[in-house]
């Protein structure tokens, strides 16, 4: 019996390959956006304290209501890579995606083409055995005379 063999494997394995590096790619972005969240979330926390402790009208309250402007300032820069990583995240997500897709198909069409050689295999199988019952019958009727 013949092995099986795809036309299309090398762009399988092509697929695959673009594949691996999107779901890469989509990692790469989604930590990404998870560490500026944790930072944002650590100069939020940073801003809260500072709020509490500018109350006081000493050298700390002083000192607490200028590292609450930096923070702000820090925040807002946080807000702005935020925006950039999310865009990055949704293009990975749609990269992936699609390359998910691709791949999706050229498995489909391999495993009916792997199908459909396993069924004329069968029927090639079925003809051949067949054949040797005919073979077989005919020996029998003939040693009979």
């Known amino acids: 019996m013949r092995r099986f063999r795809f036309r299309l494997q090398p762009l399988v394995r092509l697929r695959s390959q673009l594949e691996r590096n999107a779901r ?3 990692a790469t972005a989604m930590a990404a956006v998870n560490q500026v969240e944790q930072q944002q979330a650590a ?3 940073g801003l809260r304290e500072c ?3 500018a109350a006081g009208a000493d050298a700390v309250g002083m000192l607490a209501r200028s590292l609450e402007v930096g923070l702000r300032r820090h925040k807002w820069r946080l807000d702005k890579q935020l ?3 999310e865009r ?5 997500q749609g ?3 699609q390359r998910a897709r691709d791949l999706k198909v050229l498995q489909q069409l391999r495993d009916k083409r792997r199908d459909e050689w396993r069924l004329e295999v069968q029927r090639a199988e079925q003809a051949e055995l067949d054949e040797l019952s005919r073979l077989q019958r005919g020996i029998q009727v003939g040693g009979e005379d």
């Open 95 to 97: 990269d992936y995606a």
């Open 83 to 85: 925006a950039v990583a």
């Open 88 to 92: 990055g995240l949704t293009k990975a």
């Open 51 to 53: 709020a509490d402790q």
């Open 24 to 26: 890469r790619e989509l």
């Open 43 to 45: 100069a939020a926390q």
